[in-house]
């Protein structure tokens, strides 16, 4: 079942994501926590994961290789389900207030999801020009990958006590984190305005073979509905 979501249902995934949030909360069972030790080896996973699909990003660009354009988004989704995967089972996790716990904790995160964003930042040029739907599907990965990551941070953030140098830090990074990943959607943004053809904001999520313009000049969208 394939469906071409229109760009105000994007946005409105942070919505969604909260509301999920909620109801893992209400029917989540007591038993449901993590360990530290769980939620630093959960915490290596999601940078393994970014090495991983980063390590990818850059053979695409650099052998200009379109054919593994399928693999990059099925990694990012990968990754979106296992945050959320960690976020439901965390989300039961009591407060750490073992020193040694909570550094344990803070060093599992690293800056795998730095290094990925900054290569998708810059291999969109190139992506957009290997795969017509680059500049429009790697964007819409990225959001949604964002907001799962998101969750998670908070939820990592709730997980140490407020008077440690964990939370701020912790805190500290969740903005550096949001940063790339604007600068990886900005960088598709920008690298479609210096294209002969970019696709414009309202159209960024629909094939533009399934797009028509009417002679009013109004869009017709053909959704390929089950």
Request: charged share 15%; aromatic share 8%.
């Amino acid at each position: 079942m394939l469906f071409h979501l229109s760009a105000r249902l994007g946005r409105s995934f942070w919505a969604l994501l909260a509301v999920l949030m909620g109801l893992l909360m209400a029917v989540a069972p007591a038993s449901a926590a993590m360990s530290p030790t769980e939620i630093a080896v959960a915490c290596h996973s999601l940078a393994r994961m970014a090495f991983d699909l980063k390590d990818l990003v850059n053979v695409v660009a650099q052998k200009r290789n379109p054919g593994p354009f399928q693999d990059i988004l099925d990694e990012f989704n990968d990754i979106s389900d296992s945050c959320l995967s960690n976020i439901s089972v965390m989300i039961r996790s009591s407060v750490v207030t073992d020193q040694a716990d909570q550094q344990l904790i803070y060093e599992a995160y690293s800056n795998g999801l730095f290094e990925l964003m900054d290569s998708v930042t810059e291999s969109a040029p190139v992506l957009i020009v290997l795969d017509k739907q680059a500049e429009f599907r790697i964007p819409a990965a990225v959001r949604e990958v964002a907001g799962v990551v998101d969750a998670l941070l908070y939820q990592l953030m709730a997980i140490f006590s407020t008077n440690t140098s964990y939370s701020s830090q912790t805190a500290n990074q969740k903005t550096q984190v949001d940063t790339h990943f604007r600068q990886a959607v900005h960088a598709f943004h920008l690298a479609t305005a210096n294209t002969g053809s970019p696709y414009s904001n309202t159209t960024s999520l629909y094939p533009s073979d399934q797009m028509s313009r009417e002679d009013d000049g109004s869009l017709e969208v053909d959704l390929l509905l089950p």
